[in-house]
């Protein structure tokens, strides 16, 4: 997908990805506490998510990274309350928009040009991932996991969350990442785990009409090898 792609859906308000909760993957998986090296939480193809203010909630500093200027903004905006208005500082490959009132950093720049030095909060060894790589075709793919360990080389875990339907009714995004790939994409650093596999096409009108009957909503714990 194009930059222009992702910056058309936010200018025309289709953000249908975005979600008013946090998400229930988060909340049933996520158990890891602020300390002992779980401090620092990357959030990377972040959107607007709320689920970056659960985090913070839970004690952990948070770096989103977004290339979209309108999300970061937003992101701010309808979060005001509990953000505040954020620092902005301009560097060499986007904007860094920081939280006065929660541990919240958001990038604004292209995750898969941005270099280690960027990130200011080093070590970070956790790493959430929903509807970011399900967001980016194949082509990218090996490219963004490979940018994890550039920009993060102390990560140890990541939870993700992946797609699986039947791609000859609908393409994507969100793509449709069968379990296979997603053992191969990580295999040389990390080792793989399902969490849970469950069929959310009850949860969605719009892939219902689109006549797709099972949509497999995979959830991942991977921990480096
Ligand atoms: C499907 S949305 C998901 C947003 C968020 N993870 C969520 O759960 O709401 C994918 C986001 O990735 C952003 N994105 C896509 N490619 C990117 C890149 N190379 N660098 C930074 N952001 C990117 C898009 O602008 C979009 O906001």
Redesign the pocket.
């Known amino acids: 997908?194009q930059?222009s792609y992702?910056e058309s859906r936010?200018i025309k308000d289709k953000t249908g990805?975005?979600?008013s909760k946090p998400?229930v993957a988060l909340e049933e998986f996520w158990n890891y506490e602020p300390k002992d090296g779980f401090l620092n939480v990357a959030?990377?193809?972040?959107?607007?998510?709320m689920?970056m203010i659960w985090l913070a909630e839970k004690g952990h500093s948070v770096i989103g990274?977004?290339?979209?200027k309108k999300?970061c903004e937003d992101f701010f905006t309808e979060s005001h309350s509990l953000t505040g208005a954020p620092e902005v500082q301009v560097f060499p490959r986007g904007i860094r928009y920081s939280s006065p009132n929660i541990n919240v950093q958001l990038i604004q720049?292209?995750?898969?040009k941005l270099i280690s030095g960027d990130i200011l909060q080093n070590p970070v060894s956790l790493l959430y991932d929903?509807?970011?790589l399900v967001?980016?075709p194949p082509a990218l793919r090996k490219a963004y996991i490979k940018q994890h360990l550039q920009l993060f080389p102390d990560l140890k875990e990541i939870l993700l969350i992946t797609f699986v339907y039947d791609t000859s009714i609908m393409q994507g995004?969100?793509f449709s990442i069968p379990d296979d790939e997603v053992r191969s994409l990580f295999k040389n650093d990390f080792r793989p785990e399902v969490l849970k596999r469950e069929n959310i096409i009850d949860q969605s009108e719009k892939y219902q009409r689109m006549g797709l009957q099972e949509m497999t909503k995979v959830s991942w714990r991977l921990k480096r090898k």
């Open positions: 997908m930059k992702w936010w990805f975005h979600a998400e959030v990377p193809l972040c959107g607007k998510t689920d990274i977004e290339f979209i999300a720049g292209d995750y898969l929903r509807a970011a967001a980016l995004p969100p």
